[in-house]
T-cell receptor, first 114, second 111 residues
Framework: DSGVTQTPKHLITATGQRVTLRCSPR?????VYWYQQSLDQGLQFLIQ???????AKGNILERFSAQQFPDLHSELNLSSLELGDSALYFC?????????????FGPGTRLTVL | EDQVTQSPEALRLQEGESSSLNCSYT??????LFWYRQDPGKGPEFLFT???AGEEKEKERLKATLTKKESFLHITAPKPEDSATYLC????????????FGQGTRLTINP
């Protein structure tokens, strides 16, 4: 158990809908990262927050947005969902946003768009 | 573009049969190389961080090494519980703190 929690574990929804994925980092970790894992693309970085502020963006679609709250939990919002958005979404956290700092991953949310 | 390539894609071994997994990278400037283990349907589990060529790290039956162009994950006398997908990832100078992952090696250890 990494100490990172994610809810829900599974999410099934229809195309065009909007969902919110939630992540609580390990106690004491200030940095949160979101990744998407699909069969054909592997693990892809989406976005990073550090202590409430956006730090870096990856291949995140405009339909997706995220935020980190004062209690350091983070939410990833996915809207106008398409079939291709079906994937595992992982949150990871680290103590700081420094180089070489290990990122600890949560158990993931499996999103299925029908 | 920063690239991480892992080989082989899949590897099947007998219990006790040692082997190595390869991770080669082409990056603009390496800040750290990470190894993770991932079981089906679960999140990646952190194993090692390597920072510079020549560095080695060990944990139980696993040993990770790093050169200027690649990293190896050596598995000595593996057991069935070592079966998993092993992921290699890099942090690069131009990439903030994001991890760039390889596609992974799916390792199966038969009893």
């Amino acid at each position: 158990d990494s100490g990172v929690t994610q809810t829900p574990k599974h999410l099934i929804t229809a195309t065009g809908q909007r969902v919110t994925l939630r992540c609580s980092p390990r106690s004491g970790d200030l940095s949160v990262y979101w990744y998407q894992q699909s069969l054909d693309q592997g693990l892809q970085f989406l976005i990073q927050y550090y202590n409430g502020e956006e730090r870096a963006k990856g291949n995140i679609l405009e339909r997706f947005s995220a935020q980190q709250f004062p209690d350091l939990h983070s939410e990833l919002n996915l809207s106008s969902l398409e079939l291709g958005d079906s994937a595992l979404y992982f949150c990871a956290s680290s103590v700081e946003a420094g180089w070489g700092t290990a990122q600890y991953f949560g158990p993931g949310t499996r999103l299925t768009v029908l | 573009e920063d690239q991480v390539t892992q080989s082989p894609e899949a590897l099947r071994l007998q219990e006790g049969e040692s082997s190595s997994l390869n991770c080669s990278y082409t990056v603009s400037g390496l800040r750290g190389l990470f190894w993770y283990r991932q079981d089906p349907g679960k999140g990646p589990e952190f194993l090692f961080t390597l920072y510079s060529a020549g560095e080695e790290k060990e944990k139980e039956r696993l040993k990770a090494t790093l050169t200027k162009k690649e990293s190896f994950l050596h598995i000595t006398a593996p057991k069935p519980e070592d079966s998993a997908t092993y992921l290699c990832a890099v942090q690069v100078v131009q990439g903030a703190q994001k991890l760039v992952f390889g596609q992974g090696t799916r390792l199966t250890i038969n009893p």
